[in-house]
């Protein structure tokens, strides 16, 4: 399954879809990335696991809709963004996560030799003797992300590998992309040969994200 429709996504169809989703799909992700200045108008999914981007500005709006998250990332950008000569450059955004994830050892691959740790790192209690690290072989995923923002395709989007590394430590059946613009979440999917459903209320947006997704389908996997 795989297909992103020119829908709205605050409709009765988009809530119909979510709900087959959710009764079909054992790990139910939902990624929200709104029009930062429209989170007050974003609708709300059934899921089992949900990452949603904001800004200091919407945060609080992302909170009254989902809920405090079990966890939050900060992701930093260095092309930041000019506001006024008496603020700081915007250069983070916040993602919130919610409900179930897996492993966070999504990074770039590290040795796994084990490592004994010496008795400094035990701190005070003498009575849990030598201890021994053995890394997993990637690396942990940290709570604040580096990544530029992605120009590449002539528009801002979300980096691919930073939601490459936020799926597969979600590790879904299914996404549902309710925002999803020029479909770069798609193509990390079409990667990860996950199922998934976009929404985008653009036409002509919808048109250039289904050819994006033609030529990768054509050098990779078919779903
Ligand atoms: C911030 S962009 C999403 C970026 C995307 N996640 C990416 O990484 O490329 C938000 C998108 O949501 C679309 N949008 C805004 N309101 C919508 C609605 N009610 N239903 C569906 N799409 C909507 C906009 O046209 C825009 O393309």
């Given at each position: 399954m795989?297909?992103?429709?020119?829908?709205?996504?605050?409709?009765?169809?988009?809530?119909?879809?979510?709900?087959?989703?959710?009764?079909?799909?054992?790990?139910?992700?939902?990624?929200?990335?709104?029009?930062y200045?429209?989170?007050?108008?974003?609708?709300?999914?059934?899921?089992h696991?949900?990452i949603?981007f904001?800004?200091?500005?919407?945060?609080h709006?992302?909170e009254?809709?989902?809920?405090?998250?079990?966890?939050?990332?900060?992701w930093?950008?260095?092309?930041g963004?000019?506001?006024s000569?008496?603020?700081?450059?915007?250069?983070?955004?916040?993602?919130?996560?919610?409900?179930e994830?897996?492993?966070?050892?999504?990074?770039?691959?590290?040795s796994?030799?084990?490592?004994?740790?010496?008795?400094?790192?035990?701190?005070?209690?003498?009575?849990?003797?030598?201890?021994?690290?053995?890394?997993?072989?990637?690396?942990?995923?940290n709570?604040?992300?580096?990544?530029?923002r992605?120009?590449?395709?002539?528009?801002?989007?979300?980096?691919?590998?930073?939601?490459?590394?936020?799926?597969?430590?979600?590790?879904?059946d299914?996404?549902?992309?309710?925002?999803?613009?020029?479909g770069?979440?798609?193509?990390?999917?079409?990667?990860?040969?996950?199922?998934?459903?976009?929404?985008?209320?653009?036409?002509?947006?919808?048109?250039?994200?289904?050819?994006?997704?033609k030529?990768?389908?054509t050098?990779?996997?078919?779903?």
């Open positions: 795989f297909d992103i429709l020119n829908i709205d996504s605050r409709s009765e169809e988009a809530q119909k879809i979510n709900e087959d989703l959710y009764k079909n799909n054992k790990k139910l992700l939902i990624i929200y990335d709104p029009p200045n429209e989170w007050n108008e974003a609708p709300t999914f059934k899921s696991s949900a949603a904001c800004s200091h500005q919407s945060r709006e992302a009254k809709k989902l809920g405090k998250p079990r966890t939050e990332l900060v930093f950008f260095k092309d963004r000019w506001v000569n008496y603020l700081p450059r915007i250069t983070h955004n916040y993602i919130y996560v919610y409900g994830t897996d492993l966070a050892s999504v990074g770039e691959k590290q796994t030799k084990p490592q004994k740790k010496g008795k400094g790192s035990i701190g005070q209690d003498k009575s849990l003797g030598d201890r021994i690290y053995y890394p997993k072989p990637y690396k942990q995923l709570s604040v992300l580096c990544y530029s992605n120009m590449k395709s002539g528009y801002w989007s979300k980096p691919e590998k930073m939601i490459n590394q936020l799926i597969r430590w979600v590790q879904p299914a996404v549902l992309d309710p925002f999803a613009s020029y770069s979440i798609g193509s990390v999917c079409l990667d990860l040969k996950i199922n998934y459903i976009g929404f985008e209320i653009d036409k002509n947006i919808v048109g250039i994200a289904q050819s994006r997704f030529a990768h389908r050098k990779s996997y078919v779903l």
